[in-house]
C-alpha cells in the first residue's frame, strides 16, 4: 500500500490564521507526523475574509484569491522549514475558508481556488471536500471523525473527541470503532468576537476575563433554548448560527463568562447521544487553552477530561492533520463522511482533484 506524503491545511471558524501539517499516511491505520507550522493571518486579511461571511462565492473573489495566497504561503515556509522540495510532496488537503453553511437548503461554501494553489505550489491538491455529502442529503460536517476514529485505535473506548473550534464538535467512537458525530453548538467564535468587541483582543485568553465574571443564568437559560439543541444527530451549524443581542447588555467579564458557560453547556446537552458512558473526552481546537471551559466540563461530566496534548499528540494540528488524511481517502476513493456523522445517505468520498 502507498504511503503518501501530504500536507493538510486548515483555516477554521476562528479566523486566526492558516495550520499546516505534514503527515505521511495510507489514509487508514498508518499515520507518521513529520511537522506543523501556523501562519497567523494579518488584521487586514482576516479582517477581509470576515466581511465575507454569509455572502456568495461570486461576492468573495478577492478574499478568495488572498486567502489561496496565504496558504500558498504557508507551504512554502513549511518546505523551507523541512528543507524540502514540493517534488517531495504528493498531495495537499485543502479545507478553505468556510464562509456560509446551511445544509438544510443544501447549500455549503467554502472559499479557496484549488488549481490556484496547485500551481503555486507546484503539488496535486484535494478541495471542496463537503460539497457532494450536502448534494447527497449529509450535513457536510464534521469530517474530522474518521481521522479520529483512526487515532482512537488504540485507546481505552468508548472516548469522544471533543474539537472546540469556533464552533464546537464531538466525534463519540464506540469500543468497536463505530462512529457519532455532530456540532454540539457554539466553540469560541462567539467568545472571540466578545473580546473583540469589548477589548479588542482575538480571543480570551487562558480563559481569563471568563474566570473573572459571573455567569448571567437568565442569558444563559434564553441561549439554551435554541431549537438547534433539541434536534437529533446529525446535525451541524454555521459559525454565525447563535447571533443574538441577548448578552449585549452584560459587563465583559460576565458576558465572556455566560457566553463560555453557553459553550460548555451545549456539550453537556450533547452528550445525552452518547450510548454508552465515557472512559474519557480529549479536547482539541483552540478552546482547550481556556481553563474556565476546561474546568467546567471537567466538573459536568464527571469524567477525565484530558487536552490532546496530555496523549502526546499537537491539539493546533489535529484538524490540519485530518485534512492530510482525508486527502488521501479522497483520491484512493475511501469515504470521508458517513451516515452517523454527516447523515449522508451511505459512507461517502468527497474532495476534487486539482492538478
Known amino acids: 500500500m502507498k504511503i503518501y506524503r501530504v500536507i493538510g491545511l486548515m483555516s477554521g471558524t476562528s479566523l486566526d490564521g492558516v495550520d499546516a501539517a505534514l503527515l505521511r499516511t495510507d489514509g487508514e491505520a498508518n499515520i507518521e507526523r513529520e511537522a506543523f507550522l501556523t501562519l497567523p493571518y494579518d488584521d487586514g486579511l482576516r479582517a477581509q475574509i470576515r466581511a465575507c461571511l454569509g455572502k456568495s462565492a461570486a461576492e468573495s473573489k478577492a478574499a478568495e484569491r488572498a486567502l489561496t495566497v496565504a496558504h500558498a504561503e504557508t507551504v512554502h515556509r513549511l518546505l523551507e522549514m523541512q528543507g524540502i522540495q514540493s517534488k517531495e510532496i ?17 447549500h455549503t461554501c467554502q472559499i479557496g481556488d484549488g488549481a490556484l494553489l496547485a500551481s503555486m505550489t507546484g503539488i496535486k491538491v484535494v478541495n471542496d471536500f463537503r460539497t457532494a455529502d450536502v448534494k447527497a442529503g449529509g450535513q457536510g460536517a464534521p469530517l474530522v471523525p474518521v481521522y479520529h476514529q483512526a487515532l482512537a485505535a488504540k485507546m481505552e473506548k468508548p472516548v469522544v473527541f471533543l474539537n472546540v473550534g469556533g464552533v464546537a464538535n464531538v466525534t463519540y467512537v464506540g469500543k468497536n470503532g463505530e462512529l457519532i458525530a455532530f456540532d454540539t453548538g457554539p466553540g469560541n467564535a462567539l467568545m472571540d468576537d466578545w473580546m473583540l468587541k469589548k477589548m479588542g483582543s482575538k480571543f480570551d485568553d487562558g480563559g481569563k476575563t471568563a474566570l473573572s465574571g459571573k455567569v448571567d443564568e437568565a442569558v444563559l437559560k434564553k441561549l439554551l433554548s435554541h431549537p438547534f439543541f433539541s434536534a437529533p444527530p446529525p446535525k451541524s451549524l454555521d459559525r454565525d448560527a447563535f447571533a443574538s443581542k441577548a448578552w449585549e447588555k452584560l459587563s465583559t467579564a460576565d458576558g465572556a463568562a455566560t457566553l463560555a458557560a453557553f459553550t460548555v453547556q451545549s456539550i453537556i446537552k450533547a452528550a445525552q447521544h452518547f450510548p454508552e458512558q465515557l472512559k474519557q473526552w480529549i479536547v482539541c481546537g483552540g478552546g482547550r487553552h481556556n481553563k474556565f471551559l476546561m474546568n467546567q466540563l471537567q466538573h459536568y461530566t464527571n469524567t ?30 475511501l469515504p470521508i463522511s458517513f451516515p452517523t456523522t454527516t447523515g449522508a445517505p451511505k459512507p461517502m468520498t468527497g474532495g476534487k482533484l486539482c492538478a
Open 90 to 106: 504528493d498531495l495537499i488537503g485543502f479545507h478553505g475558508q468556510t464562509i456560509s453553511h446551511a445544509p438544510e437548503k443544501g
Open 304 to 333: 477525565p477530561v484530558l487536552s490532546i496534548d496530555e496523549l502526546g499528540l499537537n491539539g493546533d494540528a489535529t484538524e490540519a492533520e485530518a485534512f492530510a488524511y482525508l486527502a488521501v481517502r479522497s483520491v484512493r476513493d
